[in-house]
């Protein structure tokens, strides 16, 4: 979210003129590019520039701000106020009325309402929206859902202006109406920070500027209150369960710009006194006591797992190790398995204990040894329960196992009256034996909550893979549980010669013990293609920003014969990658360049005539494999697996999943979802589609659950398809397919914030599922997020088929790159107290 603008709107130009398109929109920043016809400029298509929650296409706006020169994109007005007026002409009215504004009104209605009253019809709106019914189309039972809109729509916009008067966007006006009714200005007037807790989406920095708006000094104790409860929760999203005191200074310092004198350990202490806030005395370094901050839930959700499994771990289990050593020989010959010896001691080890850890990586037996446990556990006639964090984990562990497993929500059944999960120490699990697998995804909160479901006389067995990406949430509980050597553990450590003829397991294990894999190019070897080798690398790469920069700046030069020089990069006075536009030309033809692209031939990239061959010009080498050889960027090249090469070999209804590191970049999620959309579903005319917030969702499209809705039964991760589209109601059908399972979501308006499209996913977002064949962008745009236990949690989520589409480079970068970034978590500690 942008600083606050000061400035009184006097101070700022203003632009008034009516919405003709919205060309992009960020649902999380609400960052908005409009097409405006302006009044001041009626010729001409004006490009505008706002931080704003919804603008309607035909909405009549004044926008105050300032005209901008950007390089690329030309002049744009920057506006940092806006103020919607009535439509300005009936076609803008029929615009702005079936736009999505008003639930029951869409394109067919508006035309005719405008028809049949035109300059009447916001009279008619708002005076006598009765005479509605004299339109065609609008009975009793529509005009009063429209009726009830438009009311709504009237209060939510007293909340839209109250907001706008105090330099907010009105993204979430409408759910801040929906969670706060009509006492929604009064409650904010007098605690603005509580929109950031209240209302999903709605972060600290656009309430404290309501607050510092309203008047609330820039130093006060509830902005600084607030700020530390935004550091405390932020941290929670990096994956740690607490903070130290010296890094909530340091960071609600930063977060709200405040000078060293003021007295943020003060306000720490009050809130200590006041209980918003739990303390737990943990060692430093040197191993000195110091304070850590936790919020309260995830307090007592560590000590709740250290108090559960102590006792589990000291309470012993008799058994009788020759009779299930027998059982378990008779299960493995009727079965025709054949254990390894650190199977069958894993399978005997985890009988004896009411906890226990299966781990180890791909290819080395977990699921056949929770197969044989499984098998000599009902042969002894105990219950057995099986659960994963994910539908699609739970859904493969069914299929090999051949019992049914629940996701971790169904099996606890969650309770939307109470707000928590039916399933905990009152009403236990009836089982004797809960196996979980996919443990690594287990956050503090989960792993709490499945405790708090486990009878005192139950076992529970934990498996999974610690090498993998951690969970989402806070904290690290598998890689604590075994760290602790509290839990009996099991690990597995030999790959079996099925598994070590699989690429796909051979490379990962390479990864993860810090090797580069040789992976092989299809374009240096093509027979790979109809052999079906299972992991492949395309070599491909992808414009830098600084390389596209340089690109305009070169195509701009007259086609003159040019006389260049070189400029050598000054690392003192210049940061790299920037050079000021004057040294790029001089006068005529003379022309000045960094010396990393002395090598390009300016003539020969001018005379290119696609972003491919304007790439192959300025990379200083391109590999002799390369997909830019076949006039294919790595955007291109996925392009092209997905829609042709991996159907035409693996057959067309092989699902195909992206895993890309990052959401940013002309290689993340948001960039190829766009790409892949237009590909594989484009706009047809008998085709419905919805934009929301500048997101297009069409009939067919793959799309994905981004948190955990309680209330439809859907959560974060979840991948389904759109099976229908209504416009006048604001409506998407999804269905979500999780073995024979079929279930239909019907989303309403305010919950399609919650989807996005799901062709391309982060490879976080894919933990604990399995697709039948992958693609993975790997290029040093990523650099950021290019760890080795990312890779390796990449391409363990395929079945069928890796493919690496980027530069070696990027892949040995990753592999020999470890993630230093340790999660700030006591539960080891504590497990050994």
Not at 317 to 340: G, R
Request: glycine content about 6%; charged content about 20%; hydrophobic content about 40%.
């Amino acid at each position: 979210m942008p600083a606050i603008d000061h400035k009184p709107t006097t101070d700022l130009e203003k632009l008034s003129g009516i919405v003709k398109r919205i060309t992009f929109h960020s649902v999380e920043t609400g960052y908005t590019v409009l097409k405006v016809n302006s009044f001041q400029r009626p010729q001409e298509e004006t490009t505008v520039l706002v931080h704003q929650s919804k603008v309607f296409a035909g909405a009549t706006m004044d926008f105050y701000g300032e005209w901008v020169n950007h390089p690329a994109y030309g002049l744009q007005f920057k506006a940092s106020k806006v103020i919607e007026r009535k439509p300005a002409t009936a076609n803008a009215l029929e615009k702005y009325l079936g736009s999505g504004l008003i639930k029951g009104v869409g394109p067919v209605t508006a035309k005719r309402i405008v028809k049949h009253f035109g300059d009447q019809t916001l009279t008619v709106f708002e005076k006598s929206i009765e005479k509605l019914t004299e339109v065609e189309g609008i009975a009793q039972l529509k005009l009063e859902m429209i009726r009830q809109a438009w009311l709504e729509h009237q209060e939510i916009s007293n909340v839209m202006l109250f907001l706008q008067s105090h330099n907010i966007s009105t993204l979430f006006a409408v759910k801040i109406y929906k969670t706060y009714g009509n006492d929604a200005i009064e409650l904010v007037q007098t605690n603005p920070y509580r929109l950031a807790t209240d209302i999903y989406g709605i972060g600290f920095f656009s309430a404290d500027k309501v607050a510092l708006s309203l008047g609330i000094a820039p130093d006060s104790p509830q902005r600084i209150q607030a700020a530390i409860a935004h550091v405390l929760q932020n941290a929670r999203e990096e994956g740690h369960c607490y903070l130290t005191q010296p890094q909530i200074m340091q960071a609600v310092t930063e977060l709200i710009s405040l000078p060293s004198s003021t007295p943020v350990e003060t306000n720490l202490r009050e809130m200590e006194e006041k209980e918003e806030l739990k303390i737990r005395l943990l060692p430093d370094e040197q191993g000195n006591k110091q304070k850590c901050f936790y919020a309260h839930s995830l307090y007592y959700d560590e000590q709740y797992i250290a108090t559960k499994i102590k006792q589990l771990v000291g309470n012993p289990i008799k058994v009788d190790q020759e009779h299930i050593q027998q059982d378990l020989d008779v299960f493995c010959q009727l079965n025709k398995i054949t254990l390894s010896e650190e199977q069958r001691e894993s399978v005997l080890q985890i009988t004896a204990h009411r906890l226990s850890i299966l781990t180890g990586g791909p290819g080395c037996g977990k699921t056949t040894t929770t197969r044989a446990l499984v098998g000599v556990l009902q042969y002894r006639s105990k219950k057995v329960m099986l659960a994963a964090p994910t539908g699609r984990a739970a859904q493969r562990m069914s299929e090999v196992i051949g019992l049914e497993a629940k996701t971790i929500h169904r099996l606890l059944e969650f309770d939307p009256g109470k707000g928590g999960f039916k399933r905990n120490e009152e009403d236990p699990l009836q089982t004797d034996i809960l196996i979980i697998d996919e443990c690594s995804m287990l956050d503090v909160h989960l792993a709490a909550a499945l405790l708090r479901a486990v009878p005192l006389h139950g076992q529970v067995v934990l498996i999974g893979d610690a090498d993998q990406l951690p969970a989402v949430g806070a904290g690290n509980v598998l890689k604590d549980l075994i760290a602790s050597s509290v839990v009996p553990c099991q690990k597995l450590t030999k790959v079996f010669r099925q598994a070590a003829a699989s690429l796909i397991i051979s490379y990962a294990h390479q990864i993860n013990q810090g090797e580069v894999p040789r992976i092989e190019s299809p374009f240096h070897q093509p027979t790979v293609w109809p052999e079906k080798k299972d992991c492949l690398f395309i070599d491909s790469e992808e414009a830098t920003t600084e390389q596209l920069k340089f690109i305009a700046k070169v195509k701009k030069v007259t086609k003159a014969p040019v006389n260049h020089t070189v400029k050598e990069h000054n690392m003192l006075e210049e940061p790299p990658g920037t050079y000021p536009t004057s040294d790029l030309y001089t006068q005529g033809s003379n022309f000045s360049i960094p010396a990393k692209f002395s090598h390009v031939d300016l003539e020969a990239l001018q005379q290119s005539r696609s972003s491919s061959e304007e790439l192959k010009e300025v990379l200083e080498r391109v590999h002799p494999w390369s997909s830019l050889h076949y006039g294919l960027s790595a955007v291109g090249m996925i392009e092209k697996l997905q829609a042709a090469i991996i159907p035409k070999y693996y057959g067309p209804e092989t699902e195909i999943q992206i895993l890309s590191p990052m959401t940013k970049g002309s290689l993340g999620t948001a960039n190829l979802n766009k790409v892949m959309q237009e590909k594989i579903n484009p706009a047809s005319s008998g085709k419905a589609q919805l934009i929301v917030g500048g997101r297009i969702f069409r009939e067919a499209d793959r799309v994905i659950q981004k948190r955990n809705n309680y209330d439809l039964n859907v959560f974060n991760g979840d991948i389904g398809q759109i099976i229908q589209v209504d416009n006048e109601e604001m409506e998407l059908t999804v269905s979500f397919k999780a073995g024979q399972e079929v279930k239909e979501v019907t989303y309403q308006k305010e919950h399609l914030l919650e989807l996005d499209l799901a062709y391309a996913i982060t490879i976080h977002k894919s933990q604990g599922s399995e697709f039948e064949t992958i693609i993975i962008p790997v290029v040093t745009q990523h650099f950021g997020m290019l760890f080795r236990n990312l890779v390796y949690t990449g391409i363990t989520r395929a079945k069928k088929l890796v493919v690496f589409v980027g530069t070696r480079k990027a892949l040995a970068l990753a592999v020999n790159k470890q993630n230093t970034a340790i999660r700030q978590t006591a539960l080891a500690y504590l497990l050994k107290q």
